[in-house]
């Protein structure tokens, strides 16, 4: 199908000189932009939690963000996914430890009140960048009578904690402890675990160690009431292990930031208990956001210096850096305008990165084929005109498979839901600018570098042998 007459001659390589100014000004401004609007990073990158919830149809947006702040979250944090008929959100905290200082006192506290303070040494917690505490023991302590201890107290997640949510987990407190009562030790049945201090809402556990029904009847799936200790603790959830570095120390970890905004929606006057459903969770911490951000740019670079060996290997050095340079400038186009767009930069616009440029690099590949092609056909003729015919002879093919990926790709925009929406965004800029920079960069790119890197006479052998 021939879209453009055989025989056109468009002055291709004649636009070049301006469409690189064009091309170098719009990356500059979106550099600029970038730096005085800073990049809309997801999850992904700058770490954080994302929670799916389906809501009862009596709630709305609204009634969410509500709990949130209850919460002390920001409004912000909350988006509609789908329609308003499907009753989905997705609630964003960029504090992947929402909480997490206020659980670490009281964990540190519950912890010195129940085996004393010679019983440990110095504790490590990083509040930026933990939902875990070690802590050093001076005494001998297993992870197991540690947990049942904390659970005891409403510390951590089990059915003997009070106060706990939609999902179980404790609020950060020691309600109803005192002080002086002594804690019956793990382990120890009958009379000492009837003396243990109780948390309010709990039950009594039977003499000999042995549970009662009420209490079988509250353990919940996924956790066994320990006969010798007659306390619920979860089996499932560890959440108390020893350390692999140090053997001596403990390692404590917090519930998670879900369990706790799952507590806050079932505690708040505007949500409610049983008003709501978690359909998904995403969570990254802030180290592994940035690591994730620095490998995804080292994979974009290595990928081009990659195809930077194939083209050179493939075709002719003089053909490889325009295909490398046009590849660069296709993501840098396609990721500007999402950043102008405010969009969220998130590991699936680092995969639309890399279709790009494998999009970029085949279609500049064909036009490549062809210049050799006629390097060979016509010998005598300059390199910019062969260039520009090359051009013209591969542009109605570079237009129709433009078209037929953009068309695919803008059924992905319309009706692919904001999950994809983003991906498709950047594909679709991306195409246009590889469509562009096949035709204004990559192949005006060799005659600029034809001085230091002149086309080689394989280049012409090559194409003869594939005749």
């Not at 404590?252 to 905004?261: E, H, K």
């Amino acid at each position: 199908m021939q879209w453009i007459k055989p025989g056109t001659n468009y002055d291709f390589m004649g636009a070049a000189p301006k469409a690189l100014i064009g091309s170098l000004s719009l990356i500059v401004f979106f550099i600029v932009f970038s730096l005085v609007v800073p990049p809309k990073w997801g999850i992904d990158f700058a770490g954080g939690t994302e929670i799916q919830l389906k809501v009862d149809p009596s709630k709305d947006i609204g009634d969410v963000r509500d709990a949130l702040t209850e919460a002390g979250l920001s409004n912000d944090s909350v988006q509609r996914l789908g329609d308003a008929a499907d009753h989905t959100f997705q609630v964003r905290v960029k504090d992947v430890n929402f909480g997490a200082e206020q659980a670490f006192a009281s964990i540190r506290a519950g912890l010195l009140e129940e085996f004393g303070a010679d019983a440990f040494g110095e504790f490590h917690f990083d509040p930026a960048d933990a939902t875990e505490v070690e802590v050093a023991t001076n005494k001998p302590l297993e992870p197991d009578q540690v947990q049942a201890a904390l659970v005891r107290r409403g510390l951590l997640p089990g059915a003997g904690a009070s106060g706990a949510g939609a999902g179980g987990a404790a609020e950060p407190s020691v309600p109803g402890v005192s002080p002086e009562a002594p804690a019956a030790a793990p382990g120890a049945g009958g009379e000492g675990a009837e003396g243990a201090p109780g948390v309010e809402g709990g039950s009594a556990p039977a003499p000999g160690g042995e549970a009662t029904p009420d209490e079988a009847a509250a353990a919940p799936d996924g956790q066994s009431i320990n006969a010798a200790t007659p306390t619920v603790v979860a089996v499932a959830d560890q959440w108390v292990s020893r350390s692999t570095v140090d053997p001596s120390a403990l390692v404590i970890r917090f519930p998670g930031v879900t369990q706790r905004i799952t507590d806050a929606l079932a505690e708040s006057k505007s949500m409610g208990a049983g008003t709501f459903e978690v359909l998904k969770v995403d969570t990254v911490g802030p180290k592994a956001g940035k690591e994730l951000r620095e490998k995804a740019i080292l994979s974009i670079v290595i990928t081009s210096l990659l195809l930077l060996v194939y083209i050179a290997f493939r075709f002719d050095m003089s053909f490889a850096p325009g295909a490398v340079i046009a590849t660069f400038h296709d993501v840098l186009i396609a990721v500007g305008v999402m950043l102008v767009l405010q969009r969220e930069i998130n590991l699936d616009i680092v995969g639309a990165a890399l279709t790009i440029l494998g999009y970029s690099v085949n279609d500049t590949i064909v036009t490549f084929d062809r210049i050799r092609e006629n390097l060979r056909r016509y010998r005598r003729k300059d390199l910019r005109w062969i260039v520009n015919r090359s051009v013209n002879e591969t542009l109605s093919r570079t237009i129709l498979t433009s078209l037929t990926v953009m068309l695919v790709v803008m059924v992905l925009v319309i009706l692919g839901g904001p999950i994809l929406r983003n991906m498709a965004l950047c594909l679709l800029f991306g195409i246009l600018a590889g469509t562009y920079s096949s035709i204004f960069i990559a192949s005006p790119t060799i005659i600029y570098l034809s001085r230091w890197f002149p086309v080689e006479p394989r280049a012409v052998a090559a194409a003869a042998a594939n005749e």
